[in-house]
């Protein structure tokens, strides 16, 4: 089915073959009927075994430029935060420690955007469907990781994430991808209700993503939805993420 000899395909799953080219890793996608983001996995992999990308290993992005900082501002009351490579929140409007409940209890070098969905003892009752958001979440990670194997950040959060949960342990040797991009969150509010975002993620150099949640339509419930965010960010005071 991928067009290629059992001698040499043996030798592919044996580690024997390292360096396959892309009508062999086309084939292969196509014999696995991999999806687009799986298919793009394959080629990372790929490529690292060959050593067709250089090695990795960099510390992650952490500046925090001053027209990052005053966007999160200006789109205000909509929550939204900077993430580093790592999912570390780097900057923050107080809206998003408003819609995420003990957020803004942790100190600023532990808050991290997947190590609060897995390890803070608000998430589980936060997210509606969380057991979805984790295996999003966890398809995210691996994909951030594909990228760069030896990036030994990344590999510390998934070492601490595999010892402190075991639905992340479960979830991880599942070997999903998936790029975080725009979707939608349903949340279960202890203050507001349940309530329902759209996000939209938009991606930066240096491994660096902005997330801006807003409501899904311009109603009264969304208007309802800013007016409780916005109320609640008055009454936080996280300590400064930087």
């Given at each position: 089915m991928a067009g290629l000899s059992i001698q040499y395909y043996t030798r592919l799953e044996q580690g024997r073959e390292n360096n396959p080219g892309g009508a062999v890793l086309d084939g292969?996608?196509?014999?696995?009927?991999?999806?687009?983001?799986?298919?793009?996995?394959?080629?990372?992999?790929?490529?690292?075994?060959?050593?067709?990308?250089?090695?990795?290993?960099?510390?992650?992005?952490?500046?925090?430029?001053?027209?990052?900082?005053?966007?999160?501002?200006?789109?205000r009351p909509w929550p939204a935060y900077?993430?580093?490579?790592?999912?570390?929140?780097?900057?923050?409007?107080?809206?998003?420690?408003?819609?995420?409940?003990?957020?803004a209890d942790w100190a600023p070098e532990r808050r991290n955007s997947i190590r609060y969905?897995?390890?803070?003892?608000?998430?589980?009752?936060?997210?509606?469907?969380?057991e979805r958001a984790a295996l999003s979440t966890t398809a995210q990670l691996r994909s951030l990781l594909a990228a760069d194997p030896r990036d030994r950040e990344l590999a510390a959060?998934?070492?601490?994430?595999?010892?402190?949960?075991?639905?992340?342990?479960?979830?991880?040797?599942?070997?999903?991808?998936?790029?975080?991009?725009?979707?939608?969150?349903?949340?279960?509010?202890?203050?507001?209700?349940?309530?329902?975002l759209a996000f939209e993620v938009l991606?930066?150099?240096?491994?660096?993503?902005?997330?801006?949640?807003?409501?899904?339509?311009?109603?009264e419930e969304g208007r309802r939805v800013l007016r409780g965010l916005s109320e609640l960010a008055t009454k936080v005071r996280p300590e400064a993420t930087d």
């Open positions: 292969i996608a196509s014999a696995l009927r991999l999806n687009e983001e799986e298919h793009a996995h394959l080629y990372a992999l790929a490529n690292h075994a060959a050593e067709r990308v250089p090695a990795g290993g960099a510390p992650a992005d952490r500046e925090v430029r001053p027209g990052i900082r005053a966007l999160l501002e200006r789109v900077l993430l580093s490579r790592t999912s570390d929140i780097l900057a923050a409007n107080p809206e998003v420690f408003a819609l995420l409940p003990g957020l969905l897995f390890l803070h003892p608000m998430a589980r009752e936060l997210f509606a469907d969380w959060l998934v070492d601490e994430l595999t010892e402190e949960s075991a639905e992340f342990a479960a979830q991880w040797q599942r070997y999903d991808v998936r790029r975080r991009r725009s979707d939608q969150e349903t949340y279960r509010h202890p203050q507001l209700g349940e309530i329902t991606r930066m150099e240096g491994g660096q993503r902005i997330t801006i949640y807003q409501p899904q339509a311009p109603d």
